[in-house]
């Protein structure tokens, strides 16, 4: 079993920037890939970003490529997605999850941080 915990969701205004983080506990190894989704209000949920715990490697939903950047800390157990140029349409319940690298699907997930950017 893996725990993820979100933080650092916020109220910040079109053109701000705020940083997620996602700390993960359990069975956690380089076998994983850690991502980052988002639901917005009315919306389905859709892919943001995700990076191999080993070797780092990275991708990226087009709306946030050159405003966002997925990283982690092998040492903490934890991912960041450090959110620049925020945009109103931004708004959402922002998840972390993992999945191993050999499953298309991710078996864990946290319980959601919500961040809200006025115009």
């Known amino acids: 079993q893996v725990q993820l915990v979100e933080s650092g969701g916020g109220l910040v205004q079109a053109g701000g920037s705020l940083r997620l983080s996602c700390a993960a506990s359990?069975?956690?190894?380089?076998?994983?890939?850690m991502g980052w989704f988002r639901q917005g209000p009315g919306k389905s949920r859709e892919f943001v970003a995700d990076?191999?715990?080993?070797?780092?490697?990275?991708r990226y939903a087009d709306s946030v490529k050159g405003r966002f950047t997925i990283s982690r800390d092998n040492v903490k157990n934890t991912v960041y997605l450090q959110m620049n140029s925020l945009k109103p349409e931004d708004t959402a319940v922002y998840y972390c999850?993992?999945?191993?690298?050999?499953?298309?699907?991710?078996?864990?997930w946290g319980q959601g941080t919500q961040v809200t950017v006025s115009s």
């Open positions: 990076i191999r715990w080993s070797g780092g490697s990275t």
């Open positions: 999850a993992a999945r191993l690298i050999y499953k298309p699907g991710y078996d864990y």
């Open positions: 359990g069975r956690t190894s380089n076998n994983y890939i």
